[in-house]
């Protein structure tokens, strides 16, 4: 029999009804007891469009109370969110709407058009919704661990997206887990820069419930005011990525974060050495971390303990966690983690399940290692692997060595095919200050292997990023 646990919004509501549950840069704040009455309201509304138990109602939607609102209340409804980058293409999305099955879209005033453009046939923005009347339906009081909560695409290696489930039980533990290795604080607060479409915004959100804490909700990452937030609004805990990180230390100058910031949780992918050791300098609590849409968010991450001493590393699995590395001849190789907060499958894909999970483990398709001590070393993604005349190059280690040049803002490394070698290295380049090809190449031979160093070197205004501000690498060897 499937685990069940009290509706975590109403047993929190009743636990801490006053307290602040989300606080907006405008200064608009909900707590605990009015999130739960409105996303009950927005559950018996969305009731009279036929939303029942198993329907999957796609979002798209940028960060807002009411994309919140709307989660808690499919939550209520048993109903799957189906969360909708708001980036894609139309012919992206479509593709995702018809194969999550989706029913309802729901979006903003600013996205209806051109949510009308898909091939939908019931799109609603939040205010139509809400002008419904209110159908009784009995709501859920209970949460059964092991039923369908959301669904995300993640981009595969080949073909196409893959739609990740999200059991209520992976957020559950994904949040377990993270109090266990960050612990948790009464003063705590989450800042959210990230998409709530994206699985680190998703989870943050979660957590909020789980733990009873405030999160400081932001549209999108703008880094004045995220740094604005970290040195006015008491802000504990934030979720970053490496892009992030360089633009907020810009910004900081030669100032401190106020100490009541305990943690800048780095994810999506490895970070540049030279930062992390510069972010040690100027006493930055940055936590490397390690997780994908299929492990609802961090599923390896360093402690504070360990911080300092272990730059580089993204730390040891979280409690509830388990991790392996498929190793190849040079010692390293796949990543395989196994855990409660590790997705079950992706939806409506039974090719991608049998590829994808071995046993109860994920294969990942990320590189790395594992030290003595059992400290996880993420390298690189399998599919962004370059092999030249049958050696393996790994871009982030070219990019960690470029980005110590202080005349470069940002680097992004990728393989373009060559007919001697198969593939060789090639760098973009978006310059914090003048700088020419040759001293880059100059400089990456005085640290790197010979057949490591970058063959061409682009210099670009800006680097292809997708929502979360990750590094798409895919999409380089278009600028050339």
Same mark, same amino acid.
């Given at each position: 029999?499937?685990?069940?646990?009290?509706?975590?919004?109403?047993?929190?509501?009743?636990?801490?009804?006053?307290?602040?549950?989300?606080?907006?840069?405008?200064?608009?704040?909900?707590?605990?007891?009015?999130?739960?009455?409105?996303?009950?309201?927005?559950?018996?509304?969305?009731?009279?469009?036929?939303?029942?138990?198993?329907? @999957? !109602?796609?979002? +798209?939607? %940028?960060? /807002?109370?009411?994309?919140?609102? =709307?989660?808690?209340?499919?939550?209520?409804?048993?109903?799957?969110?189906?969360?909708?980058?708001?980036?894609?293409?139309?012919?992206?999305?479509?593709?995702?709407?018809?194969?999550? @099955? !989706?029913?309802? +879209?729901? %979006?903003? /005033?600013?996205?209806?058009?051109? =949510?009308?453009?898909?091939?939908?046939?019931?799109?609603?923005?939040?205010?139509?919704?809400?002008?419904?009347?209110?159908?009784?339906?009995?709501?859920?009081?209970e949460i059964h661990l092991d039923d369908y909560f959301t669904i995300i695409y993640t981009s595969g290696t080949t073909g196409f997206p893959k739609g990740v489930i999200h059991t209520y039980g992976n957020h559950w533990w994904s949040s377990i887990g993270s109090a266990l290795n960050l612990g948790l604080d009464k003063n705590d607060k989450w800042l959210i820069p990230l998409p709530i479409f994206h699985v680190s915004g998703l989870s943050t959100m979660i957590k909020s419930v789980i733990y009873g804490m405030p999160v400081y909700l932001l549209e999108k990452f703008d880094?004045?005011?995220?740094?604005?937030?970290?040195?006015?609004?008491?802000?504990?805990?934030?979720?970053?990525?490496?892009?992030?990180?360089?633009?907020?230390?810009?910004?900081?100058?030669?100032?401190?974060?106020?100490?009541?910031?305990?943690?800048?949780?780095?994810?999506?992918?490895?970070?540049?050495?030279?930062?992390?050791?510069?972010?040690?300098?100027?006493?930055?609590?940055?936590?490397?971390?390690?997780?994908?849409?299929?492990?609802?968010?961090?599923?390896?991450?360093?402690?504070?303990?360990?911080?300092?001493?272990?730059?580089?590393?993204?730390?040891?699995?979280?409690?509830?966690?388990?991790?392996?590395?498929?190793?190849?001849?040079?010692?390293?190789?796949?990543?395989?983690?196994?855990?409660?907060?590790?997705?079950?499958?992706?939806?409506?894909?039974?090719?991608?399940?049998?590829?994808?999970?071995?046993?109860?483990?994920?294969?990942?398709?990320?590189?790395?290692?594992?030290?003595?001590?059992?400290?996880?070393?993420?390298?690189?993604?399998?599919?962004?692997?370059?092999?030249?005349?049958?050696?393996?190059?790994?871009?982030?280690?070219?990019?960690?060595?470029?980005?110590?040049?202080?005349?470069?803002?940002?680097?992004?490394?990728?393989?373009?095919?060559?007919?001697?070698?198969?593939?060789?290295?090639?760098?973009?380049?978006?310059?914090?200050?003048?700088?020419?090809?040759?001293?880059?190449?100059?400089?990456?031979?005085?640290?790197?292997?010979?057949?490591?160093?970058?063959?061409?070197?682009?210099?670009?205004?800006?680097?292809?990023?997708?929502?979360?501000?990750?590094?798409?690498?895919?999409?380089?060897?278009?600028?050339?």
């Open positions: 029999m499937a685990e069940v646990i009290p509706h975590w919004l109403t047993k929190q509501a009743d636990l801490a009804p006053n307290q602040i549950a989300i606080e907006l840069d405008n200064g608009n704040k909900i707590n605990f007891k009015q999130l739960r009455e409105k996303s009950q309201q927005f559950a018996r509304k969305l009731a009279m469009l036929d939303i029942t138990e198993g329907t @999957h !109602v796609g979002i +798209l939607s %940028t960060n /807002c109370m009411e994309m919140v609102i =709307a989660i808690h209340a499919l939550s209520y409804l048993g109903a799957v969110g189906v969360l909708l980058n708001t980036r894609l293409t139309t012919n992206e999305l479509d593709y995702q709407i018809d194969d999550a @099955h !989706v029913k309802l +879209l729901l %979006t903003t /005033c600013e996205l209806k058009e051109r =949510a009308l453009d898909l091939q939908m046939q019931t799109v609603c923005d939040y205010s139509e919704v809400n002008d419904l009347s209110e159908k009784q339906v009995e709501l859920k009081k880094e004045e005011r995220v740094h604005h937030a970290l040195m006015e609004k008491k802000i504990t805990i934030i979720s970053v990525v490496t892009v992030m990180v360089q633009r907020l230390m810009v910004l900081l100058e030669d100032n401190t974060y106020p100490e009541n910031l305990r943690c800048m949780l780095l994810g999506g992918g490895p970070a540049p050495k030279p930062l992390l050791e510069q972010a040690k300098e100027r006493q930055i609590p940055v936590f490397q971390s390690y997780g994908m849409t299929e492990t609802s968010s961090q599923i390896v991450t360093l402690s504070p303990s360990d911080a300092l001493r272990k730059i580089g590393s993204a730390g040891k699995p979280l409690f509830p966690a388990q991790l392996k590395i498929q190793e190849d001849n040079d010692g390293m190789g796949e990543i395989l983690v196994k855990g409660p907060m590790v997705t079950k499958g992706y939806f409506n894909n039974d090719d991608a399940n049998h590829k994808s999970f071995e046993d109860g483990w994920l294969k990942t398709g990320d590189i790395g290692y594992v030290d003595k001590e059992g400290f996880l070393y993420v390298v690189d993604r399998r599919k962004d692997l370059i092999i030249s005349g049958g050696e393996n190059i790994y871009p982030s280690e070219i990019e960690s060595v470029l980005s110590g040049m202080p005349q470069i803002k940002e680097v992004a490394v990728t393989g373009k095919p060559d007919e001697k070698w198969g593939k060789v290295p090639i760098a973009f380049i978006v310059k914090n200050q003048e700088v020419d090809a040759d001293e880059i190449i100059s400089y990456a031979q005085s640290k790197l292997a010979k057949y490591k160093i970058p063959k061409e070197v682009y210099f670009v205004h800006s680097l292809p990023r997708n929502a979360s501000n990750k590094l798409v690498r895919s999409k380089l060897l278009s600028l050339v």
